[in-house]
């Protein structure tokens, strides 16, 4: 059996394509791993815990259930991967890219779900 990646921030980069369309509850909780993991020092433990929430994820996704989760993660990874190592290749800008594009839209998304908000104050 083959490696679906070589490390954690490929597999960061991977997850970060495939979420774009995940519901707003998975989105939450898979940005809320990707939080905790960049306190973790060992890239088995990031890849652990950020794939234990896109496991739960799936279970949203009726195709997932019926192809069977784990099948389906795999299949929609490796179409992925091919698709940004495509896209690496061959972009040559990333203003005119909607892969580009796209995956700014998603890590901004990310980068509000870890920034919380701050709590509010009541005067008497």
Not at 52 to 75: C, R, T, V
Not at 85 to 96: A, F
Not at 99 to 122: A, F, M, S, W, Y
Request: net charge neutral; charged share 25%; hydrophobic share 35%.
């Amino acid at each position: 059996m083959t490696k679906l990646f070589k490390n954690y921030e490929e597999y960061l980069s991977v997850i970060i394509t495939m979420i774009r369309d995940f519901s707003d509850e998975s989105f939450n909780r898979i940005g809320l791993a990707i939080n905790v993991c960049h306190s973790l020092q060992d890239d088995s433990e990031k890849i652990f815990r950020l794939n234990a929430s896109i496991i739960k994820s799936l279970w949203e996704i009726p195709d997932a259930i019926n192809m069977g989760i784990h099948q389906y993660f795999n299949k929609e990874f490796e179409q992925t991967k091919r698709l940004l190592e495509y896209h690496d290749y061959n972009c040559k800008s990333s203003i005119d890219c909607i892969v580009c594009q796209t995956k700014i839209i998603t890590v901004n998304k990310l980068r509000d779900i870890n920034e919380g908000t701050r709590p509010k104050i009541h005067s008497k």
